[in-house]
């Protein structure tokens, strides 16, 4: 079956295209409070940054169906010596929103990911006490449900077409709360500047999480990770991004650039421009 995905180019603190209870599963990687390297100065405090999440811990509630998931990729954050307890806080917005938090799991990443935290050579450089600060592999994958699952609310044919490789559990050992994976290598031309998560995230998440020919969204869509993961397992997909300059990359990444032709179905990707609204057309 063909599916359709939809980019909304448009602030997601409202999803006003978007009726209630009508997607299956969000799935997404806000934007990092200040972090230095990409969002350094984006918020002007905290509270606004909690500000930001519980907007759209908020919409989320009321567009995501009963009984359905919401999986973010969030982490703490350290500016200049202070940690934010980012997931701490998500997970209490996430909660005071409506939804039941359901699990933790630790996303790994190699040893040699050193890309932001080189903290640890303080200590090397100086081998005595109170000089230590690790380096940071680790990112967290928080999920969340609406209420309870009906799982007789769904036909034995999709159930069939939507089973998942028991194979793949095992050997990529997803049944634990670690998660190894690789993170995108800095400077991949479709994620440049872009802090995207690698397409093995979602793509565990939409498997484990949604049945085929649902609906995914995610609300801080960057390069399309999301939507391109949806559109290959088969769902349909709803994605918002502030930036408007992001939407070639997002068509790109989907397939639905020069080669769209090769692809041989009837996929359809609508690039929506908000014009009005709470928060208005995009800057
Ligand atoms: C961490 S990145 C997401 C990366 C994405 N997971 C990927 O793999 O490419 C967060 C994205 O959210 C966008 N963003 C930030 N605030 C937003 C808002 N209020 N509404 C919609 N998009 C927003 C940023 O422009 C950025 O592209």
Redesign the pocket.
Known sequence: MATNHKLIL????TMEELPDRSVHLMV?????FNAPF?YKGLFKDYGQYLG?LRN?AQETFRVLQDGRIAVL?IDDMLIDGEKFPIVADATKIFQEAGFRYRDRIVWKKPDGYLRISRRSGVILQNPYPMYFYPDNLLESIIIFQKGKFDYRSISKEVRAKSKVDTKEIQTNKWYMTLWEMNN?MPGSPL?KD????PEEL?YRAIKLFSYKDETVL?????????MKKARELGRNSVG????KS?APIVKKKMGFGEQATLLQNNDKLEIIIRKSGK?GPIR
């Not at 997404?28 to 990092?32: E, I, L």
């Not at 918002?240 to 930036?243: L, T």
Request: hydrophobic share 35%.
């Open positions: 448009g602030n997601c603190m997404t990687s806000p934007p990092y990409d930001v759209f990729n995108v994620e872009i802090a995207a998560f979602p995610d609300p801080f869509a960057g390069s399309g990770t999301t918002f991004e502030i930036k992001l928060y």
